[in-house]
């Protein structure tokens, strides 16, 4: 029920859109199909998605010769979910793989949220009864470590840090010490995402992922990519950005609350074959769901 409310704006604005497209007509065709595209794109979509949807859609019509505009949603939808990398969490539960420490790296450029989703992590974890340690390894904000600090304050958390301007390496290495010494069942480290220098952050986060190594040699077990969904298709570029610097294994789309742009999840799924794991929809730390791809899809279309 809180996705729907999330996803509000996008639903909205999908759904009415989509109701536009087909109104007066009873039969699929190449008008519907271009209404269609239209509908897509203007979702955040993107372009190659959408492509590959309407080809769906038109081959199908090709094969039955004659589709109804009322099957539309249901073709839709599986064409969407198809496209959908993420598997449904199972039970539903912020639930953690058999590793301990289980640990996480996460990447992202400024402002998309990314504190924030470690913020609501560290909270879930921790209500879920995981022992939970946070590195602060964006040390080039001091704005960054005072506000992990602060959630970590507010979930009862131990922050590792060594201020500003340190060196981020070094407080990765520190922060999954420290979750193996106090035997925590998941480190999260917080990274700089500055991507005005590809190769610098590459340079970084290789840098990170080996000291992290000399602690748990298959340390990072998951490296979260986080993205501003309502950036739309700017969020797409991002990922591009990220994927040639690191091995993302799993996304959080934030922000999809207050933005139409909520289509963009299923352009960065196909397009980057990466789980998206987590979305954020609120600022408010219980406002981090566990992305479930026919709920979503449901969503859209309710
Ligand atoms: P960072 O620079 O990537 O660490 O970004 P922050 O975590 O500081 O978040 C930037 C702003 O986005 C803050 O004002 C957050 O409250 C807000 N924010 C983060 N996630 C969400 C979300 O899912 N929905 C909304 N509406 N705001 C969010």
């Known amino acids: 029920e809180s996705l729907d409310k999330g996803l509000e704006k996008t639903k909205e604005s999908f759904f009415s859109k989509l109701g536009k497209a087909i109104m007066g007509k009873s039969t699929v065709d190449a008008e519907v199909l271009d209404e269609l595209e239209g509908v897509l794109v203007s979702s955040d979509v993107g372009i190659e998605t959408t492509l590959k949807i309407i080809q769906s859609i ?24 198809k496209l959908l990398a993420a598997e449904p969490q ?18 992202g450029v400024n402002g998309v949220g990314k504190t924030t989703t470690i913020g609501k992590l560290a ?44 060196d981020p390496a070094s407080v990765a290495f520190d922060a999954v010490k420290q979750a193996v010494e106090l035997n925590a069942d998941v ?3 917080d990274t700089a995402g500055r991507l005005h220098n590809k190769v610098n952050l590459m340079n970084e986060l290789s840098k990170i992922k080996r000291v992290m190594q000399k602690v748990i040699a298959d340390a990072p077990h998951e490296v ?18 990220f994927t040639k610097a690191t091995d993302v294994t799993a996304l959080a789309v934030t922000k999809l609350d207050g933005t139409a742009k909520g289509g963009v999840v299923i352009g960065i799924s196909d397009q980057f074959k990466i789980p998206v794991k987590y979305i954020g929809v609120g600022e408010k730390i219980d406002d981090l769901q566990l992305f479930n791809k026919y709920e979503f899809v449901d969503s859209l279309f309710k």
């Open 58 to 81: 038109e081959e199908r019509v090709a094969q039955n010769k004659y589709l109804n505009t009322s099957e539309l949603d249901r073709i839709l939808r599986e064409e969407i979910v």
């Open 90 to 107: 199972p039970n539903y539960t912020f639930s953690l793989p058999e590793k301990k420490p289980y640990v996480m790296m996460v990447v």
């Open 187 to 189: 480190v999260i480290i």
């Open 123 to 166: 909270s879930q974890f921790h209500k879920a009864g995981k022992k939970v340690v946070l590195g602060a390894a964006d040390t080039f904000r001091a704005a960054a470590v005072d506000q992990l600090k602060l959630w970590g304050e507010r979930t009862g958390v131990p922050v590792i840090s060594h201020g500003m301007n340190t």
């Open 224 to 241: 979260l990519l986080v993205l501003d969904g309502s950036t739309g298709q700017n969020a797409i570029m991002q990922a591009q950005e």
